[in-house]
């Protein structure tokens, strides 16, 4: 699931009324956003957020927060807690009541990037959302060395390299390998929505590159596990099934142009 697709499921769970949310990022920018994207989604809501007392988050700061909020709320209130690995165990137990009891119209957001360390008891009551760091840090890093790249071309290249950082930078540094990655993505793009006239001329382009064929099948699976959560039906499942397949094939020294042409047609 990439970011945005993260950020929607948030909003999703909390219209959906699921008032415990365990995030599993520590990333300042990440919880900026969630917050932001909160306040513009749920415009009277009210924003407040708790951090450990030095090494830890104590008991009496889960009370403290229960007992601010026990009052009846006629308007949504998020309540952020930032590094909930801290909690203590007392914390903890402090905190599993309040799953227990839910406050009507309260919402808690938990960050941490090490959700084993909180009881098993409080994870199974929250939904959990796992952020992709290797898509934060593919972003961060294109920023970092190329400092004149715009959003719309990092957006690119996440799809086109599988936010491949080594790939992304060679791309950047040389202009035939990238437009020859990015004809590979667009041939991906024709074998999933185009017709069987132009599948078939892009397919026909690999028939004598093994490997480039392999690349081009995990291009094309990528696509379909992206529409897939969008579209869960059994016709994109079965294409993901068969490019699986077809990609196992061809490292097995199967013919490139009849698993092509199979998994075109």
Do not use: C, W
Not at 8 to 21: P, V
Not at 45 to 59: C, E, I
Not at 180 to 196: G, I, P, Q, R, Y
Not at 224 to 253: D, F, V
């Amino acid at each position: 699931m990439d970011l945005k697709n993260q950020f929607k499921a948030i909003i999703s769970l909390i219209k959906n009324n699921k008032q415990t949310l365990i995030v599993n990022t520590n990333d300042s920018k990440i919880k900026n956003f969630i917050e932001k994207s909160l306040q513009k989604n749920f415009a009277s809501s009210v924003s407040l957020t708790y951090k450990p007392d030095g090494s830890s988050l104590k008991t009496e700061t889960i009370r403290k927060i229960v007992g601010d909020l026990s009052t009846k709320k006629t308007q949504k209130h998020f309540i952020f807690i930032d590094q909930a690995e801290k909690m203590t165990l007392g914390a903890q137990n402090a905190f599993l009541k309040v799953l227990e009891e839910p406050i009507n119209q309260v919402y808690f957001i938990l960050f941490t990037n090490n959700p084993k360390k909180l009881l098993k008891t409080v994870i199974s009551r929250s939904s959990v959302i796992n952020f992709n760091n290797e898509i934060i840090n593919f972003e961060n890093s294109l920023k970092k060395q190329h400092k004149d790249i715009t959003e719309q071309e990092i957006t690119k290249l996440k799809f086109i390299t599988n936010q491949n950082l080594e790939i992304a930078n060679r791309m950047l540094e040389n202009s035939d390998f990238y437009k020859e990655t990015e004809e590979l993505a667009l041939d991906a793009k024709t074998l999933v929505s185009d017709s069987t006239e132009n599948k078939l001329l892009a397919a026909r382009k690999y028939f004598d590159d093994r490997e480039k064929a392999i690349s081009l099948i995990k291009t094309t699976v990528k696509i379909y596990q992206t529409i897939l959560l969008k579209n869960n039906s059994p016709k994109i499942k079965n294409k993901i099934s068969e490019g699986l397949n077809s990609i196992k094939r061809l490292q097995a020294n199967g013919s490139v142009k009849i698993i092509l042409l199979n998994f075109v047609l």
